[in-house]
């Protein structure tokens, strides 16, 4: 994930001051933690509002 986040930096699909590398952990981790709601019960539509709302803090619309 890194690799392509690297390359949307290069495409001018991310500003310069954004940081690849720290961009693709956030994303291993929302990953990851949505294991535990889902565990615990948390239905698809709540998981996939959370994959939303991560995604939408990767990339902010300006």
Known sequence: M???LEQARR???LGPGEN???MAR???MLRHGLTVPACDGATRD???E???RGIAGL???T
């Open 50 to 52: 959370s994959v939303r």
């Open 59 to 61: 990339f902010p619309r």
């Open 20 to 22: 690849p590398a720290a």
């Open 46 to 48: 709540e998981l996939e």
């Open 26 to 28: 956030h994303t291993w």
């Open 2 to 4: 890194t690799t392509r």
């Open 11 to 13: 495409d001018g699909d």
